[in-house]
Nanobody, 125 residues
Framework: QVQVMESGGGSVQAGGSLRLSCAAS????????VGWFRQVPGKGREEVAG???????AYADSVKGRFTISQDNAKSTLYLQMNSLKPEDTAMYYC???????????????????WGQGTQVTVSS
């Protein structure tokens, strides 16, 4: 059974950093495309970053240059390093996995099948 579980959220001041982790079970990260999404109350879930098994990454314009997605296949863990955080980054962050490792697009929410429960990130000004 494929499952993903996020951790590492918390509260931080603007300009600070956090690293989110996503543990996988039932699959290997080198087999599937995976990504991070976020959502604030009253709005739709938006893309943040994605990565293919071969290491190709994609980022939303709002986080480029500040966030880095990476994966540790030996640990079956996906990471999202978030630097220079802004209050508008405040959201529930979700890890997601697709059924395949052959992905043309990485940042389309509808392409992802497996979702975690989310971890809250709060950035204060």
């Amino acid at each position: 059974q494929v499952q993903v579980m996020e951790s590492g959220g918390g509260s931080v001041q603007a300009g600070g950093s956090l690293r989110l982790s996503c543990a996988a079970s039932g699959f290997k990260y080198r087999q599937r495309c995976v990504g991070w999404f976020r959502q604030v109350p009253g709005k739709g879930r938006e893309e943040v970053a994605g990565i293919k098994p071969v290491g190709i990454t994609a980022y939303a314009d709002s986080v480029k240059g500040r966030f880095t997605i990476s994966q540790d296949n030996a640990k079956s863990t996906l990471y999202l390093q978030m630097n220079s955080l802004k209050p508008e980054d405040t959201a529930m962050y979700y890890c997601a996995a697709r059924k395949t490792g052959l992905c043309l697009w990485l940042l389309r929410r509808v392409d992802y099948t497996y979702w975690g429960q989310g971890t809250q990130v709060t950035v204060s000004s």
